[in-house]
């Protein structure tokens, strides 16, 4: 295993970012979608970097890239919903996950129901999460939308969840 990084590693080296990302991927994440509503109109992007902050009171926090549509929706949106896909749900993933989506439109073709507070949920995902944002944080080229958990449902039926690892989506073997 070779390593660049030390007690007094150069972060601006060059590499370095690219040794980081490649390091990063190396570990594998569950895939999912996160949801808000606009006005009318409903948004969603894939994110495979989101985590459970706390379970008392249950909170969670998702890492946006902030130059996003879905980081400029989630500006102005009191609540976001989270969407854990299965593994069958490549499509979706890869679809929502396409740099340049259009602002409208991008639901019109994925199955989805609203939660409780009208943002779209992915229909047959694992698990989903509707959450009342509470806090923005900025972070390098990222913000994290924290919130907290205001409804959930587990599909336990569901297909095994989709993971992203080494720069490509897998499915997990089964249980």
């Excluded at 999912?32 to 909170?59: E, K, L, M, N």
């Excluded at 694992?126 to 972070?139: E, K, N, Q, Y």
């Excluded at 297909?159 to 089964?174: F, K, V």
Aim: hydrophobic share 40%; proline share 9%; charged share 15%.
């Amino acid at each position: 295993m070779s390593s660049i990084l030390g007690p007094h590693a150069d972060t601006s080296a060059p590499g370095f970012v690219e040794a980081y990302r490649s390091a990063a991927q190396d570990f594998p994440r569950p895939v999912a979608v996160i949801g808000c509503r606009r006005g009318s109109t409903q948004h969603a992007i894939t994110v495979d970097s989101f985590i459970d902050v706390s379970y008392d009171p249950p909170t969670m926090a998702v890492s946006i890239y902030s130059g996003s549509r879905m980081a400029e929706s989630l500006e102005t949106a009191e609540t976001c919903t989270l969407s854990v896909l299965t593994a069958e749900q490549k499509d979706i993933a890869q679809w929502l996950g396409e740099p340049a989506q259009p602002l409208y439109g991008v639901l019109d073709s994925v199955g989805t129901i609203d939660a409780p507070s009208g943002g779209p949920i992915i229909e047959g995902c694992a698990v989903w999460f509707d959450l009342t944002i509470i806090d923005r944080v900025p972070v390098a080229t990222h913000d994290l939308i924290v919130g907290k958990v205001t409804a959930l449902q587990s599909n336990r039926a569901a297909p095994p969840p989709l993971t992203h690892w080494a720069g490509a989506y897998h499915r997990p073997a089964p249980r």
